[in-house]
């Protein structure tokens, strides 16, 4: 069971992993199309680039061994990141098919953290 358990950690987070760091770097380079879906937010420029930074870093917080407070402080920050997105498409009536990835990638960063292996997490004794 443990084997399947740290496989599916493996797979979901490879996949977290990938579109995070991609849509990060994206947002750092400031991609011409990745502008134009923040266009109807309402966010400046300068936020989507640090939001970018913020998103590549958490994930190589999440990836790199040891560090385990700082993975946790990374996948909260990720979380919170995908789900102010989905509120930001909500609250900007922009809610079409803009909500499904961060939606979909906040379950995958959940179930990542989930998943995680015991040398993964901060184990507190009393």
Same mark, same amino acid.
């Given at each position: ?16 992993? &990938?579109?995070?760091?991609? *849509? ?12 134009? +879906? /923040? #266009?109807? !937010?309402?966010?400046?420029?300068? &936020?989507?680039?640090?939001? *970018? ?12 061994? +040891? /560090? #385990?407070? !700082? ?56």
């Amino acid at each position: 069971m443990e084997k399947k358990k740290t496989l599916w950690y493996w797979i979901i987070t490879a996949i977290l992993s &990938f579109c995070i760091f991609s *849509g990060g770097l994206a947002q750092a380079m400031q991609v011409e199309g990745v502008l134009k +879906g /923040f #266009k109807p !937010l309402g966010y400046p420029t300068y &936020f989507i680039s640090i939001i *970018g930074i913020w998103k590549m870093l958490g994930i190589i917080a999440i990836l790199i061994p +040891g /560090f #385990k407070l !700082l993975k946790e402080w990374a996948y909260a920050g990720i979380f919170f990141v995908m789900t102010g997105a989905v509120i930001s498409h909500i609250a900007s009536n922009n809610i079409s098919g803009q909500i499904v990835a961060p939606l979909l990638l906040a379950v995958f960063t959940v179930l990542s953290w989930y998943l995680r292996p015991a040398n993964r997490k901060i184990i507190l004794v009393n």
